[in-house]
């Protein structure tokens, strides 16, 4: 019985401040196997395909059920997790670059950190934080948590930020999905009281305004998020939002 | 103030591409289709845009400064992106290249039109039918002229569709299409007029 082989070529880097190169790999196919399993079949018997032994290639995971965003990577030029590629459903050589938008750490593993940062600074949470009980807050229409959940599937695995030509290292943008958490929590009945908060947040540099429209993030997005729904509402809320900060408001 | 810098200047720029620029990019399409009729129709119609009050605040603040707010803030927008068509070859992505192409080739064209009739007129030169068929007498600069304005009217119709989707006003996926649909009409109908005035000097 002949094993038949999956050919992968794969970017690694040794350290971040090393030149990228690129190294080839065969390993013997089994069914159903995903690119995680295909890494860790390398990881198993690091071995590239000229038959020396090498490094094992490092990356990133985490649930393996495209939820947690951790293993997200670009695959055949597009930027999508590992755990949810199926080798058989793709194109070989199977090619695998980490996501450059972002510090790369090694091999395929990135630095998401800015991602992270740019949540802290859109606010993206609901402040209830007091020194007494509250109560409960306003209630939220069944309808709209529906809506709403479909914004808090982002896991934010960066691929909108990879995929947009407005994120780069020229410019300080943020990317689409802090933009469209600021959607989220602006939707939410108690969130909505500290909605100007965000709205200035998102009005500051590197923010809303950077956005070209090319519409990349939309196509990309593994959950199917409305990015740019979301960012053209906000275009509205913060037209309406600068005309209050300049003019004043009584609200 | 209203926002920061970089979101004024956004606002500012995707503002001023349609109030006041594109609206005097049709009002000089439209007049200047008097050509199509005769030479005498444009000369009078030239003679008429020339002589009204206060043209040098007209042209200063209507074309002049919002010109060239919207050039040098397009140029430094347009060399911040770092344009992907190759690998995320969609509609969008390719028109938000398109935009940059044409904005840059449309501020080129600008550059040598103005030269070549408003400075020139400034020097003593006279705007009229047989100064036009003289520029437009070499194969060359049909060429240049088709492909300048072809370039302005294709950038102001998009930059209607990013403007209606940056201000706010188009926000559903559905709005955005039939948007896209008007302002490409715009785009056709408007490439129509300028290639017809074109010919007409030909």
């Given at each position: 019985m002949s094993t038949k082989m999956v050919k992968f070529i794969i970017s690694r880097q040794d350290n971040p401040e090393t030149a990228p190169y690129l190294e080839e790999f065969e390993i013997p196919h089994r069914p159903n196997m995903n690119v995680i399993s295909a890494l860790m079949e390398i990881r198993r018997n690091p071995v590239n395909a000229k038959g020396e032994a090498t490094t094992p290639v490092t990356w990133e995971m985490g649930c393996l059920e495209e939820v947690c965003g951790a293993c997200s990577m670009v695959i055949n030029g597009k930027p999508r997790q590992s755990c949810t590629a199926l080798v058989d459903q793709l194109e070989q050589p199977i090619r695998l670059e980490p996501m450059k938008t972002f510090p790369v750490v090694r091999d395929l593993a990135i630095d998401r950190s800015r991602m992270f940062d740019a949540l802290k600074r859109v606010k993206a949470w609901i402040p209830i934080d007091g020194t007494y009980d509250l109560g409960p807050g306003p209630r939220m229409p069944e309808t709209k948590r529906q809506w709403a959940y479909e914004l808090s599937k982002c896991m934010t695995c960066g691929v909108c930020l990879e995929a947009c030509p407005n994120v780069n290292s020229n410019s300080d943008f943020i990317g689409p999905a802090p933009l469209s958490?600021?959607?989220l929590f602006n939707a939410h009945p108690t969130g909505e009281m500290n909605k100007e908060e965000?709205?200035?947040?998102?009005?500051?540099?590197?923010?809303?305004a950077e956005c070209g429209n090319?519409?990349?993030?939309?196509?990309?997005?593994?959950?199917?998020?409305?990015?740019?729904?979301?960012?053209?509402?906000?275009?509205?809320?913060?037209?309406?939002?600068?005309?209050?900060?300049?003019?004043?408001?009584?609200? | 103030m209203a926002g920061s810098k970089d979101f004024v200047n956004r606002r500012i720029h995707s503002l001023l591409g349609v109030i006041p620029i594109g609206i005097f990019l049709i009002q000089h399409l439209v007049v200047n289709h008097f050509a199509t009729k005769d030479a005498e129709a444009f000369n009078a119609a030239a003679h008429f845009m020339e002589?009204?009050?206060?043209r040098i605040f007209l042209e200063t603040f209507v074309i002049y400064l919002p010109i060239l707010f919207h050039a040098v803030y397009g140029l430094y927008i347009t060399f911040q992106a770092?344009?992907?068509?190759?690998?995320?070859?969609?509609?969008?992505n390719m028109m938000f290249l398109v935009q940059r192409v044409t904005g840059v080739i449309t501020l080129i064209f600008i550059a040598w039109h103005v030269w070549e009739t408003r400075v020139?007129?400034?020097?003593?030169?006279?705007?009229?039918?047989?100064?036009?068929?003289?520029?437009?007498?070499?194969p060359f600069m049909i060429a240049f002229y088709l492909i300048g304005?072809?370039?302005?009217?294709?950038?102001f119709a998009n930059g209607l569709w990013s403007f209606f989707v940056s201000w706010g006003l188009t926000v559903s996926p559905r709005s955005q299409k039939i948007s896209t649909y008007v302002t490409m009409g715009v785009f056709v109908a408007l490439a129509i007029v300028s290639v017809r005035t074109i010919f007409a000097f030909i």
């Open positions: 958490q600021v959607r965000r709205l200035n947040a998102i009005m500051d540099d590197g923010g809303l090319s519409q990349n993030c939309v196509q990309s997005c593994p959950k199917g998020i409305p990015l740019t729904t979301s960012i053209a509402a906000l275009n509205r809320d913060t037209t309406f939002q600068a005309f209050k900060n300049f003019f004043g408001s009584d609200r | 002589n009204l009050p206060f770092k344009n992907n068509v190759s690998r995320y070859g969609y509609f969008r020139q007129a400034a020097l003593g030169a006279e705007v009229n039918f047989s100064m036009m068929a003289d520029i437009l007498s070499s304005v072809l370039s302005a009217v294709f950038h």
